[in-house]
Antibody
Framework: EVQLLESGGGLVQPGGSLRLSCVAS????????MTWVRQAPGKGLEWVSA????????FYADSVKGRFTTSRDNSKHTVYLQINSLRAEDTAVYYC?????????????WGQGSLVTVSS | EIVLTQSPGTLSLSPGERATLSCRAS???????LAWYQQKPGQAPRLLIY???SRATGIPDRFSGGGSGTDFTLTISRLEPEDFAVYYC?????????FGQGTKVEIK
């Protein structure tokens, strides 16, 4: 059974940092690109970042470029999202998601979400 | 950036009725790389359709997708009680990947 288990969310002050983790199981982790998608309270879905199977290629939305960093440790079956210089508008549930297959960036499995709240 | 506009914003229907949801793109979506998701309150999204018309694993055949270029539809042939939710389209043909704003299907 495929599972994505996220952790690391919480309340942080503006300008602060957090690192989200997503531990994957139930599939061959090294065969799949992984993605982060966020959802602000009561709002729609926003694609944030993606990382290739090997971790050597990353992509970011303009809204987070330069502040967010995605990485992965294939030995630990884990993908990370380092979030720096947090702003109020970064408040959201952050989901990690597994790409359907190579070259197809839609997502067949999602984590339960990790809430990040940016407030003083 | 490709902007996806979903309509209507809210669809009020009764169980057993047919639902037709629209997703219009500001530019042509490459190779029909369009997906549909269902999201219920407090839950993560669930992939329904990819490649505009291919059902994801385990998705009932009452869900169907169609369209190409800039106009796409998701049809639910006969609404079941568990189908009342918010539906999002997503294009993955060009960067940045984008989602529509969602259509809520509510019980009339």
């Amino acid at each position: 059974e495929v599972q994505l288990l996220e952790s690391g969310g919480g309340l942080v002050q503006p300008g602060g940092s957090l690192r989200l983790s997503c531990v994957a199981s139930g599939f061959t982790f090294t065969n799949y690109a992984m993605t982060w998608v966020r959802q602000a309270p009561g709002k729609g879905l926003e694609w944030v970042s993606a990382i290739s199977e090997g971790g050597d290629i990353t992509f970011y939305a303009d809204s987070v470029k330069g502040r967010f960093t995605t990485s992965r440790d294939n030995s630990k079956h884990t993908v990370y999202l380092q979030i720096n210089s947090l702003r109020a508008e970064d408040t959201a549930v952050y989901y990690c998601a597994k790409n359907l297959r190579s070259g197809i960036a839609c997502y067949d499995y999602w984590g339960q979400g990790s809430l990040v709240t940016v407030s003083s | 950036e490709i902007v996806l506009t979903q309509s209507p914003g809210t669809l009020s229907l009764s169980p057993g009725e047919r639902a037709t949801l629209s997703c219009r793109a500001s530019q042509s979506v490459s190779s029909s790389r369009l997906a549909w998701y269902q999201q219920k309150p407090g839950q993560a999204p669930r992939l329904l359709i990819y490649g505009a018309s291919s059902r994801a694993t385990g998705i009932p055949d009452r869900f169907s997708g169609g369209g190409s270029g800039t106009d796409f539809t998701l049809t639910i042939s006969r609404l079941e009680p568990e189908d009342f939710a918010v539906y999002y389209c997503q294009q993955y043909g060009s960067s940045p990947l984008t989602f529509g704003q969602g259509t809520k299907v509510e019980i009339k």
